[in-house]
């Protein structure tokens, strides 16, 4: 018989998303209980999230580190069923006995489990936006025939779904735009002409969030920004022209949405990620997170500032991208989203400068031209071919 608890995969449970979304469940140890972990490396930390939470399986991505887990817990003494590779990956997001996957793996590798938790109707908590900007349509629409509910976890989206009616019929006929909050990253103020400096720790050092590597380096450049304009599009329906973004460093509106008579309906919180894992764990309901109360008598200032300034254009140059993909065929954002990858781990990786990352971002959109999209097979495809198209740009930078 199934249990009465809601049972959990967390995939990516070693990254940030991952260790704050069992941070939230150990509060709540009534109503929540791990089915299964998954990571790409840290043996370590998924050992001792094992030793804790007792999962029935813990996947790792590849052999070796699969291997070493599972020696680890068999010398722990540890229950947990280890097994490795991509199609274990997808055997526990889609596993009859879970109720409710974590998506929090980074980058396209994870939209294989999203896709196979979403065709067996789970509840799927979506932080890992890659998944959604190269699935596009086709990740909505097998939600749609799977029966599953899914809700953002990206804290913008959270706070835009927490500001938006109840029932999704009413989305279109009354909101006049969506407007995602950013909060200019590291280099809001910094000259822009100096950019071609930047280190890779000034570039992961935000000034709010603490987050994995990836996405700190997305939030520098505000690419990250830009996949998030194309994941509202398709998590909300909306044409690009009703989504807006505004820069609010302080990060304490997390998004807004503004009616037709235009009212605004807005999200507030601190910048804990907790925040948007615990309503996804427990909406319609709501839990406690851990997160720490707004403090309104000690907050200075909340301020604005437009993108279109000529500095922000330097700047965040990679944000007006998004329209451009979602202007242009399908599976557009999938090429960007290839090339963003790779131009951060190459960046990462000190063989590119920080202000290469918008140029081989560029040079891929025009080098490729996304084919008909049918199946998960053809964006597999897409992504290869742009990640291709992309490392051969970088290939021929100099640094
Ligand atoms: P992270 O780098 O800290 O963690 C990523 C996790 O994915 C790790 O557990 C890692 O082992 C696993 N992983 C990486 N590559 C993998 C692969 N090829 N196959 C299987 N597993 C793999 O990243 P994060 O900051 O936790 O972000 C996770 C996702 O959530 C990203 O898509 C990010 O954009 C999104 N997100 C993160 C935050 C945040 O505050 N960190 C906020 C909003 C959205
Ligand atoms: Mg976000």
Not at 316 to 336: E, S
Request: hydrophobic share 45%; aromatic share 6%; net charge negative.
């Amino acid at each position: 018989m199934k249990s009465e608890k809601c049972r959990v995969v967390v995939l990516g449970s070693t990254g940030s998303i991952g260790v704050n979304t069992l941070d939230v469940m150990a509060r709540h140890p009534q109503r929540f209980e791990v089915f299964a972990l998954t990571a790409a490396h840290n043996v370590d930390r998924i050992l001792a999230q094992c030793a804790q939470f007792k999962p029935s399986y813990a996947v790792m991505a590849s052999t070796p580190h699969g291997q070493a887990l599972e020696a680890a817990c068999r010398a722990e003494g540890l229950a947990t069923r280890v097994l490795w590779g991509s199609d274990a990956i997808d055997m526990v997001a889609r596993h009859e006995s879970v109720d409710c996957v974590m998506a929090a793996i980074v980058g396209a590798a994870g939209l294989s489990p999203c896709l196979a938790a979403a065709r067996s109707g789970k509840r799927l908590l979506l932080a890992n936006k890659e998944a959604l900007v190269v699935g596009g349509q086709l990740f909505m629409d097998t939600v749609k025939a799977g029966g599953a509910t899914l809700l953002p976890i990206d804290s913008e989206h959270s706070a835009i779904f927490q500001s938006l009616p109840q029932d999704p019929r009413d989305w279109s006929a009354c909101v006049d735009k969506i407007i995602l909050t950013a909060s200019g990253g590291p280099f809001r103020t910094r000259d822009p002409h100096t950019l071609r400096h930047v280190t890779p720790e000034e570039a992961c050092a935000h000034p709010n969030w603490s987050m994995g590597r990836k996405i700190s380096v997305d939030s520098a450049t505000m690419m990250n920004k830009a996949l998030e304009v194309i994941e509202a599009r398709f998590l909300f329906g909306v044409a690009p022209e009703k989504i807006e973004v505004v820069i609010h460093p302080q990060s304490v509106i997390h998004s807004m949405v503004q009616y037709l008579d235009h009212s605004v309906v807005a999200q507030l919180g601190t910048p804990d990620m907790r925040g948007p894992i615990a309503y996804g764990l427990s909406w319609p309901q709501r839990l406690t997170s851990g997160a720490s109360a707004l403090d309104f008598s000690s907050m200075a200032a909340l301020t604005f500032e437009s993108l279109d300034t000529k500095d922000h254009r330097l700047r965040f140059a990679g944000i007006h991208l998004a329209w451009t993909v979602l202007q242009a065929a399908p599976g557009t954002p999938a090429v960007l989203n290839a090339a963003n990858e790779v131009a951060v781990a190459a960046f990462l990786a000190g063989k590119i400068r920080y202000d290469q990352i918008h140029h081989v971002n560029q040079e891929t959109l025009s080098a490729v031209t996304p084919e008909a999209l049918a199946s998960l097979e053809d964006l597999v495809a897409l992504d290869l071919r742009s990640r291709q198209a992309a490392e051969n740009t970088i290939a021929h930078l100099a640094t």
